[in-house]
């Protein structure tokens, strides 16, 4: 007979930790737990959380305080996982005695084991007959035939010792996922309704011994036929990355999109972040990526970090007119307590900071206003994310899930994860409209 309870999982932060959520709802459906469409309906609530910069950590807290709201006017346990927890459990155990649970990061998998052992009363005495596990699985399944896409992790944890940067801290050093479970996680995914994988890491390009291990893993992923995009992401930007990029100039499943975050580009800040690499490099290294023609580029940057300056400023600005990445990621410098940046001197105003951020992202849109303008008319390979009543969310294959621009078709006769392509006709700051072509 069926456990009667139920679970739900609130996902905060980014990717990574998307599919490590999906590792714990997988590790409860096994042992016959229900999942739940909503918070308020289930018994067990489970938060897996982010602590990466600041603004990360305060939505965290205040989910958790609303979590501890939704706690008192039912009868469900709570449980807090994840980057947070590992950071603070202590501070947690004292500031909010109504979280019934806490553990932190690598121990996803397991969470059957781990919150059964607390809570024995809401699962069942033995694990759950070849019947029941296939009628959980399912009913996943169906859930998440709804998207297009999955992430699939590959490895956890980070050598690379940026001093900004608290993720080792709290995932460890470097650690691969057998090549073996990634496969798994991939045909898993595909088998559910996904047509594209993006593969996610602390640093996608260390997986493996050598570069070899990481080109072989992507070249076997996209031998799978039901397999339409693989888009790896977080590609640390070094001579590694470099090399791989002959990878993305010869296989057409690769997406045409490059994301290497370089964080910065003055060489005086890079290297008091512990970064390798300076602009000719990067110069150097997104020419390489768009030798194929239709590839779009992803970058991420970080203003005012210690000791920047305005000459650093417009030297970030000069390189963004001279690149025009198509996307940019910016954020404003963030001093996490236990990185080496923390204790810096010249550490800048939040008021100078956010001034600095905004004068980047001013640059940028100007760029990306006339990125949009030659997109006007132009044919795009596309796949269906989200169907409405009147309107539908396509995104080019030039734009990566949750993260970057889509287009708005006036087209509600699609089904999600269909394949087509998309003209574009006008445009907003970032997105776009258009007509899905089938």
Known sequence: ?????????????????????????????????????????????????????????????????????????????????????????????????????????????????????????????????????????????????????????????????????????????????????????????????????????QDTVFYGKSLDELSNLIQTITEIEDLKILRPLYLYPDK?????????????????????????????????????????????????????KDLEIRTSIIMGYPGETAKDVDEVIQFIQEVKPEKLALFGFSPQEGTKAYLLSEQLEEQEISHRVNLVREAHLEVLKEIHISRIGETYPAIVDKVGKKESIVRRFQDAPEMDEVVYVKNSNLKVGQIGKVLIDNFSEYDMDGVFLE
């Open 1 to 201: 007979m069926n456990s009667s309870h139920s679970f739900h999982i609130i996902t905060l932060g980014c990717p990574k930790n998307i599919a490590d959520s999906s590792k714990m709802e997988e590790s409860l459906l096994r042992c016959g737990l229900n999942l739940s469409s909503s918070p308020e309906k289930s018994d067990l609530l489970i938060i897996n959380t982010c602590t990466f910069i600041t603004e990360a950590t305060n939505e965290t807290i205040e989910t958790i305080l609303e979590a501890v709201d939704l706690k008192k006017k039912s009868n469900q346990k709570l449980i807090v996982v994840g980057c947070f927890a590992e950071r603070y459990s202590k501070e947690i155990q004292e500031e909010i005695p109504e979280i019934d649970l806490l553990f932190g990061t690598g121990k996803y998998s397991q969470a059957d084991e781990i919150i059964r052992s607390h809570f024995p009363e809401y699962f069942q005495q033995k694990r759950p007959d070849l019947e029941l596990l296939k009628r959980n699985l399912h009913l996943t399944s169906k859930k998440k035939n709804n998207s297009s896409f999955a992430y699939v992790k590959i490895s956890d944890g980070c050598n690379r010792g940026c001093h900004f940067c608290i993720i080792p801290t709290l995932r460890g050093s470097f650690h691969d996922s057998p090549k073996e479970e990634i496969l798994q996680d991939v045909h898993k995914a595909l088998s559910e309704g996904a047509k594209e994988i993006c593969l996610v890491s």
């Open 240 to 292: 590694k990355t470099y090399k791989l990029l002959d990878l993305f100039l010869t296989n057409e499943k690769i997406a045409p999109y490059f994301e290497s975050p370089i964080q910065h580009v003055s060489e005086k800040v890079l290297k008091s972040m512990n970064r390798i690499g300076n602009k000719n490099f990067f110069i150097d290294l997104f020419k390489k990526a768009r030798q194929r």
